[in-house]
């Protein structure tokens, strides 16, 4: 069974940075594509990145140019650097990938932006 586990959440202040982590029970490599996405309360769970595993990578275009995804393979995991951090990027934030017969998601961690 695939676990995916998020961490790096918490509380801070507008302008400010994160890292959330994504580590993979399993290789990444055995994934097509691997991605964070977010739900904030009362709105639906939205795409916030992906990193195929040849190399492509999307953004959605609220993040662009402030968050950047990237992947460990020797250490099984993906990250989500997100700078210039916003009140409206507050959300729980799921990790996610997917093989040819998964789909499969981390627990989610809570980012919240205030002051």
């Known amino acids: 069974q695939v676990q995916l586990v998020e961490s790096g959440g918490g509380l801070v202040q507008p302008g400010g940075s994160l890292r959330l982590s994504c580590a993979a029970s399993e290789s990444i490599a055995n994934f097509y594509v691997m991605g964070w996405y977010r739900q904030a309360p009362g709105k639906q769970r939205d795409l916030v990145a992906t990193m195929f595993s040849g190399g492509n990578i999307n953004y959605a275009d609220s993040v662009k140019g402030r968050f950047t995804i990237s992947r460990d393979n020797a250490k099984n995991t993906v990250y989500l650097q997100m700078n210039t951090l916003k009140p409206e990027d507050t959300a729980v934030y799921f990790c996610?990938?997917?093989?040819?017969?998964?789909?499969?998601w981390g627990q989610g961690t809570q980012v919240t932006v205030s002051s």
């Open positions: 996610n990938a997917k093989k040819l017969f998964g789909i499969y």
